[in-house]
DNA sequence: AGGTCGAATTGAAAGGTTTCAACGTCGATG
DNA sequence: CATCGACGTTGAAACCTTTCAATTCGACCT
């Protein structure tokens, strides 16, 4: 059984020809071109690799080739289920056209996003996909300049400078709130934050649009702000909630994801808030915890396999079709009931 | 503004020598060792790779070193936040020495591992964890023999081929069993499958000495056994659970993690059943929604963070320390009790 | 003036794979 | 018997970076 030394150097493609006593060339056929090599040479050849542990130096070989084949998508948050969907979405499309996708974590930093989308560029992958912690980040735009197809996920941007695939959040928050106005709740918040997140923002926008169109005072939504989309962070709203004078309390919260949902959901319960009973819970994602609730979640839902797979997409179209244009393709969403808002 | 033409070369350090007005060699200085360059000259040469767009090959820079700078966690199952909390302590880890950490999702195919560890082995990562679909497979060996340091993250092996990481399994399933017959139970269920798995099949066995130990005899646990650890396996669980004679029918489950066990408090809420008066149930992993869950989830705790802290330590010392030697460490769970049990 | 030293710079070589034009061999065809 | 084509095989060139021994240059010393 063969067992590499502990130094030894891995064996090349020179080593086995050696080995086999063929050529340079005609090992680089057996692993690309099989059929154009006689059996019998194919079989010693494959007898050599398989003495000497020989594993092809995939460096040389893009050196070689000019770039990978390799997809990567730089995620926001891999402990937010959300992500990891998006990313099942994005890994089946890859999987169809033979590429493999890497995922790296940013973990909500800009400093760790730079340095593995530099590292990213400089392995030449066909494409980055990434969901950036600012959008508007001129370090995206400088690696698209330089020659690398980079698709902007579950954002969007001002200008049109890279193709993006997001789901309608004006429209998302419409949704939530139309469907608690519609239950004749007259005091309700908005529950997510930061501040200066564009989905954050444009969900309360929308929210605020449809409030209006209920014919709803402006003051009668009551912005709760978080300084993040997290459990905890929902919980910490739930006792914030908790605090307002009972007369002017809303009855009904429109959380900015489902994490926040499911923390205010927590804090409900656990202090004896009756849920819908006493508060109405939307949640947005529908991420598979928030059915899975114990009062399962009403929740604003996004194609997120969906998303993913079109931004494979669109990032292969740009990397492989040279009359390629940037689009920036919107979803709709949808408001999936449950029991967490009244029937 | 410099703007790359579509078909164009990536410019090379060649490039970037020939517009600076230097050598290719200067040009490599002010990429590895900057003092060594006079500060004129340096900053010509940066002003000429801004100008080019160059970005450096990564490709070529790690043919010539020998090694990449990248770790690499081939995950189970990316959905599952178990894996994503190990995978951040692996993450922080990686950090620490200035490594990448790029993440491969297996999803459960042996096949999608397969594929991932050859292109991983091929790539000359420093070192590969992983959390395998099957600790026994020859594939993983295979990796190891050429050369490429592997840890086994999360499962253990017969043999002590690699290094790995766990925690005590059985001592788990006895803590949880402990618990539920300290509390007074006389039937109990253990919640979780496919039986080939060797962690289902560990906390079973400590669920067992537990129940026995308590002098319990061996018919009153139940062992309802699920196609899969997910959260619909668990309600699916519970449909069954509660098809059992109400005399002989559980009033204790332990689930073999917390997805199931989240899938079985679901089901026994929406079907009138009390948690924990009617059914306390036990999860594992102590993952966050656990705590999160509206009646709050017992669980098992695993470091999960710390399991892969040290697996990437293990990976690292078998990648530069010249004797290091296989190591496998245990860890020990912890009972985290909550409202899903009686107090 | 001749010599020494250090700092800055140079350019060739190495690293492993793939490609491709060229070569050799053999059997078949005219 | 000469020619041709098919098939299998060859080996040099190219991909880009890093390293390191060698070189140049100027300043400083005697």
Not at 45 to 57: D, K, S, T, W
Not at 89 to 112: P, T, Y
Not at 174 to 187: I, K, M, S, W
Not at 218 to 237: C, H, K, Q
Request: with cysteine.
């Amino acid at each position: 059984m063969p067992h590499r030394e502990p130094g030894a150097r891995n064996a090349s493609v020179k080593d086995v020809a050696a080995t086999a006593g063929v050529s340079l060339g005609t090992v680089s056929n057996v692993l690309n071109r099989p059929d154009r090599v006689s059996p019998e040479t194919r079989e010693k050849v494959q007898r050599a690799m398989l003495e000497l542990g020989f594993v092809r130096n995939e460096s040389a070989r893009q050196l070689r080739a000019g770039s990978s084949r390799t997809l990567a998508y730089v995620m926001l948050d891999a402990a937010n289920p959300f992500f990891t969907d998006v990313s099942s979405g994005i890994d089946a499309a890859a999987e169809e056209v033979g590429l493999s996708l890497v995922l790296c974590n940013s973990r909500n930093s800009g400093e760790r996003e730079r340095s593995h989308l530099a590292l990213l560029e400089q392995q030449r992958v066909q494409g980055i996909l990434v969901t950036p912690v600012d959008p508007e980040s001129s370090a995206l735009e400088e690696v698209a300049r330089r020659g690398t197809p980079v698709v902007v996920v579950d954002r969007t941007r001002s200008d049109q400078a890279f193709c993006s695939v997001a789901v309608d959040d004006v429209l998302g928050g419409r949704l939530a709130v139309e469907h608690l106005a519609d239950r004749g709740h007259t005091q309700i918040a908005y529950v997510g934050g930061p501040a200066h997140l564009g989905q954050v923002r444009d969900r309360l926008q929308g929210a605020r649009e449809a409030w209006a169109a209920a014919g709803q005072p402006e003051d009668s939504l009551t912005w709760i702000e978080t300084a993040a989309l997290t459990v905890a962070e929902g919980r910490e709203a739930g006792a914030r909630l908790a605090g307002i004078p009972a007369r002017r309390r809303p009855a009904a919260a429109f959380c900015a994801n489902d994490l926040v949902a499911l923390g205010l959901l927590q804090h409900a319960i656990s202090s004896g808030v009756r849920v819908p009973e006493d508060l109405s819970i939307v949640g947005y994602d529908d991420i598979e915890f928030a059915a899975a609730a114990a009062v399962p979640l009403t929740s604003v839902r996004q194609p997120r396999q969906l998303l993913g797979r079109t931004a494979a997409e669109l990032v292969l179209d740009e990397a492989s079709n040279p009359n390629h244009t940037h689009r920036q393709v919107l979803f709709t969403p949808e408001l999936v009931a449950r029991s967490s808002t009244q029937g």
